[in-house]
């Protein structure tokens, strides 16, 4: 007897045969080499299903025989639709046998866990499937005055047409793609592409407009980063397919994490469908063919000389020039519905940093703020391009891989590498060198008490500092350490190695004391008891004055058991040179004088 599964692959029926069994119960599937697709599924609808008795069949499947980055097991085990078992005679006995009866059937023991793992595969893509569609048609019911919805769905992923009324074509398309791992954790991605143009022949500048377009829409309206990527597949320069793939639309859930997904899809879907109102309103639906006579000899000069790789195009409403060599475009627009306070809505600023600069972007509108990472050698061509066409006005709106300067009616792209990834690398290292520069430029300062200190304040700034500690997670403020119930005191949770690989957190009470005297072994008493009630495991002292020996010598010995350390004076006004945006926070307790080189020196020349 011949086994055959019927699967489906992008809507297309296939048939793998099952050819042999070998000695460890590993099926060997192939395609049909003689029977044709209609031949093998001819009468199947019209069998009668007979009790499961009258079929003699055994199903083994061995897990390492699937091998699922193969193109011929990837389909079956995404979308197994049945089973069709047939005598090997001319007359072809055909058996059909849907997926809900072979539930039943008695499969050998260690077999059935890999066949029913697949069944419930493809049962949970195919409720992905239904709630996606769900999604897209309950915010489509929405807008159904305005366009209606085509979905075409393909192995692993859906695509979402937009039909406008009285023939306006719509150039974007919206696209979920899915898929599921070995843990059930499903994946999936959206994006926006644009993909079909009315136009013939070479359509780069409105594949490249109209992405510009939306990757700005979606900065603007969402802070929402994307990845532009462009496809070229005759000639490096020209486009001929482009997408926005949104990067808050990688996400990934659970079994469980249905709704979440639900919501996510339809936050990504609606806000997909209210740019497209605002694309509308910037760009028109019109563009006339191209027209050689529309370029400007100026930029077409700058960018499209004939020593480099370009492409050039022109017509009344845009012109787009391209230098392959550069990275560099540059859309003209003439449109008379280009509006300068779009473009303007984010208000920027370049920070100055240690291997590039950090773009910060504010939309006062709504609040929202974003940054992103301009190296120094993306600058360098970015200035190069202001000095040499004497650009005195401009902002910026950056994505993940594309800048947008905005001049007048000229809109530069810089390809580069603009992920907040390295904004955040970036700021370490610009933090470090300030702080290393700050150390630098606040070694001559000099502090003095304000007397009578505030307790409090005192504390909060010890508390500060400390944070600036090593291996330091957490700090809490308790109480008032002059006060006659025992005061204030600090929690300090720093980190601890528990072993080679493992780490865990340990407890240090800290204790603070804002004297105009040195601090005597009187002033602090039941160190190991207060120790022991908050099952600590060391005690620090921080004092605004100086310690007498007698109390030395007592944190000394408590080391033995515990951990012990202490700040005097001395400790403190040395930690606040280094971290001098402390001390400016507490100049109520603080005087601080900034002493120059000059003055030290000629202290020193006098003494």
Partial sequence: MIFAAIIENDSENEVLLCKSINANGQITW???????????????????QKCRDEYDISIGIETSSICFESSDCIVYRVSLLSYTSFSNTKEKDYRWLKTDALRSINLSEMFFPVFDSMLKRYERLAYIRKTIKEVINDVSSNFEDYYNTDIQEQKNAINVFIKYPQHVFCPFVFRIDFSLDDTEQMQFVTSISVTRMPDEGDKTDLYVLFSSYMAIIQKLFGNKNVYIDYLSLFDEVEINNASLI?????????????EAFKSALQEDFLRFTMSLFTFAELIGSFFTELDEDCYCKEYLDYLCSTDA???????????????????????????????????????????????????CQINTDNGYLSFNFVSNECWDKISQVIDDMHISKYTFICQSNYLFMFEGKNIWIFEGDFSEYWVAEEKKKLLDRQNRERIILHLNRQFKWRYPINYTRFEELIADLYEREELVQNIKLLGRSNCPDGGRDLLIWKIERKGESSFGSKLIIGQCKAYNRSINK???????????????????????????????????????????????????????????????????????????????????VTV
């Fill in 30 to 48: 192939t395609l049909p080499c003689c029977d044709s697709i209609d031949d093998i599924l001819q009468g199947c609808d019209d069998l009668v």
């Fill in 246 to 258: 949104l990067l808050s639309g990688l996400r990934q859930f659970g079994p469980s994490g249905t």
């Fill in 309 to 359: 790789s370009y492409n050039c195009q022109a017509r009344k409403e845009v012109q787009y020039y391209y230098n392959a060599v550069k990275g560099i475009s540059m859309l003209r627009i003439s449109n008379a519905e280009y509006r300068d306070d779009f473009f303007n809505a984010l208000t920027w600023e370049m920070i100055d940093g240690v291997d590039g600069k950090i773009l």
């Fill in 522 to 604: 009187s002033d602090v008493t039941d160190i190991r008891d207060t120790i022991e009630h908050y099952d600590a495991t060391g005690f620090y002292l921080f004092t605004s004055s100086a310690l007498t020996v007698p109390l030395i010598d007592n944190l000394v010995k408590l080391k033995e058991k515990y951990e012990s350390d202490w700040w005097t004076e001395r400790e403190i006004f040395k930690k606040l040179r280094q971290h001098s945006d402390v001390a400016d926070r507490y100049s109520d307790i603080l005087e601080i004088d900034e002493v120059s080189s000059s003055s030290m020196n000629e202290k020193a």
